[in-house]
């Protein structure tokens, strides 16, 4: 399966998704693929914000040799799944979307609340972190429950 995380400047959440998430299917034996991107285009070709990659390395995780890139139309043909951490990220991903197939593929990482934006508030990362680290829980275990019996 390929998944795609999506926020708003790629340096902050979707990075910190990618990270955790890539880490999780490998402990699961699970072979998916994950990528993330930026609705925004301010920080193309940067690696994520160094209070990223500090908190990342506190629980474990090396997020220093990713690269931001912006979202773009192609990447609704590219993933099987999107997720985003907000309503902002969400609307101006599915103002893209082209065709039923498209809406259907993106969601919000949590199911009842949003990941909100800590670029302005360094006491955020942590939070942000672990509620992002149970997001992709969820969806692994839903995964694992719901798809992974239905392979041969
Ligand atoms: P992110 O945080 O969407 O979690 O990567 C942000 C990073 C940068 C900006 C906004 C949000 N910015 O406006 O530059």
Known sequence: MKILMVCLGNICR???AHGIMEHLAKERGLNWEIDSAGTGS?????????RAVS???????DISN????????????????IF????????DVLKQARNDQ?????????DQQIVPDPYHDDE???????MIAAGCKAIIEW???HKQKSKP
């Open 84 to 91: 985003v951490m907000d309503e902002t990220n969400l609307n």
């Open 124 to 130: 955020l990362f942590d939070p942000v972190y672990r």
């Open 102 to 110: 498209d809406t259907t593929k993106v969601k919000l990482l949590l």
């Open 14 to 16: 979707s990075p910190l």
């Open 143 to 145: 995964e694992l429950k």
């Open 55 to 61: 908190i990342a390395k506190k629980y474990g995780l």
């Open 42 to 50: 301010w920080h193309i070709g940067q690696p994520p914000d160094h």
């Open 66 to 81: 990713q690269r931001c890139r912006q979202f773009s139309v192609i990447d609704l043909d590219s993933y099987d799944q």
